[in-house]
């Protein structure tokens, strides 16, 4: 396994579209553990292959057991209630927005065998599902805030919403 680089905001490959993984083979397999091993290096709680420089359809997602979730092919099929909360990105370090996005989704997608599966999960992870799903498309979460906090807004919304911050006993 190795850390990949992560790439940030103003290359253009976070703009394009990823196309479908075809072949479940063993260099899909390095990819995924890499970028395992990136996201664990990095701190964040969800990667997408274009934020590592490959135009796959492949993500990968930390859920609230701290389980890693692989997607290959991933899209959204259920979407319910909304939440608003901060969001960041890895590939823009340090800036966040308030953004809203379904509280509920489900997402079908294959797993590393190419076996289908679906996926349902809220809060949190539900969030982290719709940002890494939008990376496949070129997509960053900056499409849909008005504008990246300062650090001073970023304090205040954490003062404001402590109950988005407790951490689960």
Same mark, same amino acid.
């Given at each position: =396994? ?27 397999? /390095?990819?995924? *553990?890499? =970028?395992? @091993? ?20 492949? #993500? ?26 901060? @969001?960041? #990105? &890895? ?24 076996? @289908?599966?679906?996926?349902? *999960?809220? +809060? &949190? /992870?539900?969030? #982290?599902? #719709?940002?890494?799903? !939008?990376?496949? +498309? ?7 805030? *008005? ?5 001073? !807004? ?11 911050? @407790?951490?689960?006993?």
């Amino acid at each position: =396994m190795a850390i990949r680089k992560i790439v940030e905001r103003g290359d253009p490959i976070l703009e394009k579209k990823c196309r479908l993984v075809t072949d479940f083979n063993t260099r899909l397999h /390095t990819l995924l *553990d890499d =970028m395992a @091993e990136t996201l664990e290096e990095s701190g964040g709680i969800g990667l997408a292959a274009p934020q590592v420089g490959i135009l796959r359809r492949v #993500c990968i997602v930390e859920d609230s057991e701290g389980e890693i979730i692989e997607l290959i092919n991933p899209e959204i099929i259920f979407e319910e209630g909304e939440q608003t909360g901060l @969001e960041g #990105c &890895l590939s823009i370090p340090g800036r966040f927005g308030i953004v809203t996005r379904p509280y509920t989704v489900r997402v079908r997608a294959q797993d590393r065998f190419g076996d @289908e599966f679906e996926i349902e *999960d809220e +809060d &949190l /992870t539900a969030r #982290c599902l #719709c940002h890494e799903i !939008e990376h496949l +498309d070129g997509h960053l979460y900056t499409e849909h805030c *008005d504008h990246l906090l300062t650090d001073e !807004e970023v304090e205040q919304y954490i003062k404001d919403h402590p109950e988005q911050f @407790e951490e689960d006993e």
